[in-house]
């Protein structure tokens, strides 16, 4: 039965528990890292910039809280959040009192922006040798300058298929995962070099991440799971539609059987009489008789009501 995704619960474990985190990163993949770091135990701090002028008392200076300020909240619960411009002594003052009590350091702004703000790696370890660096960036290397979003990298990794919009903000949210996974690299370095380090995250080599099953071949049209295999895809239904996921051997046997199909091996689910079968099937069940099937009968789906 469809129903609306719900915040992941917190790790019952605190791998971070006690490591200082200091965020400068705004919008979605800097916010949804610190996130991460937060529910594995680490102490977050955030500093942003004053609101842009005229904005409501209380308006974050995070363009994420303009944008949506539910989503905002949702990321930065639990996190100790200050306003300063960096860009002014009072703002810098209070930047490096912070950095003087921080394990790691995250940023979003391209390097160029760092080294006008004093946070180039070069000046931050000589200045504070135990703390790390992890940067996110756009792209890697030389081209951390270059103007890029979440749907320029998707659609340099082959991920945008056509016009329309794809369904999530996936090299933002795949980038937020890498960098909160580098928040813990660094603080085992830390630990086991006994010196900070500087790690770097490229949205753009997050989305091409996620696009490796595509790039092997994995989903393609023909390829099982990317619609060649009857029982692996998404069919109408009498009042919506159905994501159907019967792929192993005793899934496709068990859909199969419902359906009327003589044979169920790998072959002949990719025979075209297999998939019209299906596809005829679904059509005369409804959503709830789906999902009662699929429950009696042990075969993985999802319903979608119209």
Same mark, same amino acid.
């Given at each position: 039965?469809?129903q609306?995704?719900?915040?992941?619960?917190?790790?019952?474990?605190?791998?971070?528990?006690?490591v200082?985190?200091?965020?400068?990163?705004?919008? %979605?993949?800097?916010?949804?890292?610190?996130?991460?770091?937060?529910a594995?135990?680490a102490?977050?701090?955030?500093?942003?910039?004053?609101?842009?002028a005229?904005?409501?008392?209380?308006?974050?200076?995070?363009?994420?809280?303009?944008?949506?300020?539910?989503?905002?909240?949702?990321?930065?619960?639990?996190?100790?959040?200050?306003? !300063?411009?960096?860009?002014?002594?009072?703002?810098?003052?209070?930047?490096? *009192?912070?950095?003087a009590?921080?394990?790691?350091?995250?940023?979003?702004?391209?390097?160029?922006?760092?080294?006008?703000?004093?946070?180039?790696?070069?000046?931050? *370890?000589?200045?504070?040798?135990?703390?790390s660096?992890?940067?996110?960036?756009?792209?890697?290397?030389?081209?951390?300058?270059?103007?890029?979003?979440?749907?320029?990298?998707? !659609?340099?990794?082959? %991920?945008?298929?056509?016009?329309?919009m794809?369904?999530? %903000?996936?090299?933002?949210?795949?980038?937020?995962?890498?960098?909160?996974?580098?928040?813990?690299? $660094?603080?085992?370095?830390?630990?086991?070099?006994?010196?900070?380090?500087?790690?770097?995250? $490229?949205?753009?080599?997050?989305?091409?991440?996620?696009?490796?099953?595509? /790039?092997?071949?994995?989903?393609v049209? /023909?390829?099982?799971?990317?619609?060649?295999?009857?029982?692996?895809?998404?069919?109408p239904?009498?009042?919506?539609?159905?994501?159907?996921?019967?792929?192993?051997?005793?899934? !496709?046997?068990?859909?199969?059987?419902?359906?009327?199909?003589?044979?169920?091996?790998?072959?002949?689910?990719? $025979?075209?009489?297999?998939?019209?079968?299906? !596809?005829?099937?679904?059509?005369?069940?409804?959503?709830?008789?789906l999902?009662?099937?699929?429950?009696?009968k042990?075969?993985?789906?999802?319903?979608?009501?119209?």
């Amino acid at each position: 039965m469809a129903q609306s995704p719900t915040p992941a619960k917190t790790p019952t474990h605190s791998p971070l528990r006690g490591v200082r985190v200091l965020s400068l990163a705004l919008n %979605l993949p800097g916010p949804a890292a610190l996130m991460r770091c937060r529910a594995m135990g680490a102490t977050c701090t955030k500093l942003e910039a004053p609101p842009p002028a005229g904005a409501v008392p209380g308006t974050p200076g995070d363009p994420m809280g303009l944008y949506n300020r539910a989503a905002y909240d949702v990321m930065h619960e639990g996190v100790r959040v200050f306003t !300063a411009d960096l860009k002014s002594d009072k703002g810098q003052a209070l930047l490096h *009192r912070h950095l003087a009590k921080t394990d790691v350091l995250l940023t979003s702004f391209r390097p160029s922006a760092l080294r006008k703000l004093g946070l180039a790696w070069a000046d931050l *370890r000589k200045r504070y040798a135990q703390l790390s660096l992890v940067e996110i960036v756009g792209a890697p290397g030389e081209r951390a300058e270059e103007p890029g979003h979440d749907l320029t990298y998707m !659609a340099e990794a082959g %991920l945008v298929t056509g016009t329309d919009m794809p369904a999530s %903000l996936y090299a933002d949210m795949g980038g937020s995962l890498m960098a909160s996974e580098a928040v813990l690299q $660094a603080r085992v370095l830390q630990l086991t070099k006994g010196k900070g380090v500087r790690l770097e995250i $490229a949205l753009s080599e997050a989305a091409r991440y996620l696009a490796l099953p595509r /790039s092997w071949g994995l989903t393609v049209p /023909s390829a099982a799971v990317g619609g060649g295999h009857a029982g692996y895809r998404v069919y109408p239904c009498k009042d919506g539609r159905v994501a159907l996921a019967a792929l192993e051997p005793h899934f !496709a046997a068990s859909l199969a059987h419902e359906v009327g199909l003589a044979k169920s091996h790998i072959m002949a689910m990719f $025979a075209p009489e297999s998939h019209t079968a299906v !596809a005829r099937w679904c059509a005369t069940q409804s959503c709830q008789q789906l999902e009662t099937i699929g429950a009696a009968k042990d075969i993985p789906l999802f319903t979608l009501p119209a």
